[in-house]
C-alpha cells in the first residue's frame, strides 16, 4: 500500500518569500491533516479536511498560511510571505475516518529553512 | 484534551524489553490512549491504541493501569530500529483525531 506523499522534501527560501507544499493521502483517507513541528517539539496541527471542506483550522496563521483541498484528494499548503519563525518541518496525514479510533498515517515532512 | 507526562529519555540494551511509561492523571473516561513514534527524519509513525483493556499488536503492548491514570507501551525486544521518539496522547471520543496533543514524548535509545 502506497504510503502519504509529500514533496519537495527540503526547501530553502529567504523570509517574505512565498512557498508551497504538496501531499497525496492514501487512497480512499477522507480525512486530511497538516501539522507544523517546529525543532525538538511534538507536531502541532494546522488544518484539518474532511473530504474538500475544512473542519478545524482554528491553529493556522490565516494572515499568511493557507491551505486547500480542491477535488477531496491532493492538498496545497502555502505561506506567504513566510518568516524565520516558519523554518519547521510541515507533515501531512491522513486517516481514512475522523474519529479518533483509528490509525493516523503520516508522511515523511517537508523541511522548510527560512534565512 | 487532557495532557500526557512522559520521561525525556530512557535508554535500553538491544534485545531487551523496554518499558515506556505515560502518566494522564486527568484521563477520562471516554478517553484512547494512543501511542506514536518518530524515527529520525520521518514522520511519525502509529504504535497502538486501547481505551481500558491491555492491547497486544505485532509491534507492541499497551498496558493501561486499572485507573487508567498511568499506561504503559512495552517494547518486548528492542531493536536498534525501535530508537526513536516515542509520543503517549489522549484523545476523547467524538472528537477529531487531528486535535491529538503530541507534547515532546520521550527519546528512545537502543544500545547494540
Known amino acids: 500500500e502506497a504510503g502519504v506523499a509529500q514533496s519537495p522534501r527540503y526547501k530553502i527560501i529567504e523570509k517574505r518569500q512565498s512557498v508551497a507544499f504538496w501531499c497525496n493521502p492514501i487512497s480512499g483517507h477522507a480525512t486530511l491533516y497538516w501539522y507544523q513541528q517546529i525543532l525538538g517539539q511534538g507536531p502541532k496541527l494546522l488544518i484539518q479536511f474532511q473530504n474538500n471542506g475544512v473542519v478545524d483550522d482554528s491553529q493556522l496563521p490565516k494572515d499568511r498560511f493557507s491551505a486547500e483541498r480542491l477535488k477531496g484528494v491532493d492538498s496545497t499548503l502555502k505561506i506567504q510571505p513566510a518568516k524565520l519563525e516558519d523554518s519547521a518541518v510541515y507533515l501531512c496525514?491522513?486517516?481514512?475516518?475522523?474519529?479518533?479510533?483509528?490509525?493516523?498515517?503520516f508522511g515523511q515532512g517537508t523541511r522548510l529553512t527560512v534565512v | 484534551d487532557a495532557k500526557t507526562t512522559q520521561p525525556n529519555s530512557m535508554e535500553s540494551n538491544e534485545e531487551e524489553p523496554v518499558h515506556l511509561p505515560c502518566n494522564h492523571s486527568t484521563i477520562s473516561g471516554t478517553d484512547y490512549i494512543h501511542w506514536y513514534r518518530q524515527l529520525p527524519s520521518q514522520g511519525p509513525e502509529y504504535v497502538i491504541h486501547g481505551l481500558t483493556s491491555n492491547v497486544n499488536n505485532r509491534m507492541a503492548s499497551l498496558a493501561i493501569a486499572e485507573d487508567r491514570k498511568s499506561s504503559t507501551l512495552i517494547l518486548h525486544r528492542a531493536t536498534l530500529r525501535d530508537a526513536a521518539v516515542y509520543y503517549c496522547?489522549?484523545?476523547?471520543?467524538?472528537?477529531?483525531?487531528?486535535?491529538?496533543?503530541f507534547g515532546r514524548g520521550t527519546q528512545l535509545t537502543v544500545w547494540p
Open positions: 496525514a491522513s486517516t481514512f475516518s475522523r474519529t479518533v479510533n483509528t490509525e493516523a498515517f
Open positions: 496522547i489522549l484523545s476523547r471520543r467524538g472528537s477529531t483525531l487531528g486535535r491529538l496533543y
